[in-house]
C-alpha cells in the first residue's frame, strides 16, 4: 500500500517539476533572447526568453572562421590548378588557356601585381560533393578561394548546386584557342625552317661547297 501511494506521490512531483519548468519558460518568453553573434562573449549571458527564429527572415549568425560554402574571386586566379590536386573529392574542376603574348596586358595582373598567364574558361565547383575541408584555400597561392558566411542554402535542380566562376563565354574560349594554335603552329613552323636551313648549312660544309653566312 505504501509503494502505491509513495508512486502517486513520485508522479505528482515529477508532474509539478515539468509544469513549473514549462511556466518558466512561458512567461519568460514575452523577453527576447536577444540576437548576440556566435562569436560575441556574451552569447551564454543573454537573458531567458523567446529563441525561436522566425526562418528564412531570422537565421542564427555563423562564426567569423567557420567553412561554409566556396567562392573563386577568379580576378585573382592565376589557373596554376593546386586546388584541384589538393582536393580529396575532386569536386572542382578546371580548364585553363595559355594567354598570348600580345594578350597580356588584357589578361591583367592578380590583386598583388601578379601576371595571369592563363585564361580560365572553365572553374566549377560542386558545392554539394564539397566538405568544406578547407584544403583547396590552404593551398591557394593567391588566396583567391575562399569559404563564404553562407552556410544555408538548397536548390530544387541538383545542376544548381555547380557553380560556375570562369573567366570567359564558350565562344570567346574558343576564339582565344584558335589564336593560340595559330601562334603555335606559325612557332613550329619557324622552328622546322631553322631546322631545315641548319641541315642544309651542314651538309654543304660537309661537300666543301662555300657557305654564304647571312
Not at 28 to 49: C, E, P, S, T, W
Not at 112 to 125: E, M, R
Request: charged share 25%.
Amino acid at each position: 500500500m505504501s509503494e502505491y501511494f509513495g508512486n502517486i506521490k513520485t508522479g505528482a512531483v515529477t508532474i509539478a517539476a515539468g509544469m513549473g519548468i514549462t511556466l518558466k519558460h512561458f512567461f519568460n518568453a514575452i523577453h527576447r533572447k536577444g540576437d548576440a553573434g556566435l562569436d560575441d562573449v556574451d552569447y551564454f549571458r543573454q537573458v531567458d526568453g523567446l529563441c525561436t527564429l522566425q526562418y528564412p527572415r531570422e537565421v542564427i549568425p555563423t562564426p567569423k572562421h567557420g567553412r561554409y560554402r566556396l567562392y573563386n574571386k577568379i580576378e585573382d586566379c592565376i589557373g596554376c590548378g593546386q586546388c584541384v590536386r589538393a582536393c580529396p573529392i575532386s569536386c572542382i574542376t578546371m580548364e585553363t588557356i595559355k594567354v598570348a603574348p600580345d594578350d597580356m596586358a588584357l589578361c591583367g595582373k592578380t590583386s598583388d601585381g601578379q601576371q595571369k598567364k592563363f585564361w580560365i574558361p572553365v572553374f566549377d565547383i560542386d558545392v554539394a560533393k564539397c566538405m568544406t575541408c578547407g584544403i583547396c584555400t590552404t593551398v591557394c597561392p593567391t588566396e583567391c578561394l575562399v569559404h563564404t558566411p553562407v552556410s544555408d542554402f538548397s536548390e530544387f535542380d541538383r545542376s544548381n548546386f555547380i557553380y560556375h566562376f570562369g573567366n570567359l563565354s564558350h565562344l570567346e574560349a574558343e576564339a582565344k584557342r584558335r589564336k593560340l594554335a595559330e601562334i603555335q603552329a606559325k612557332a613550329q613552323a619557324e622552328k622546322e625552317k631553322k631546322a631545315a636551313e641548319a641541315l642544309k648549312a651542314s651538309k654543304g660544309g660537309e661537300s666543301g661547297e662555300p657557305i654564304n653566312v647571312l
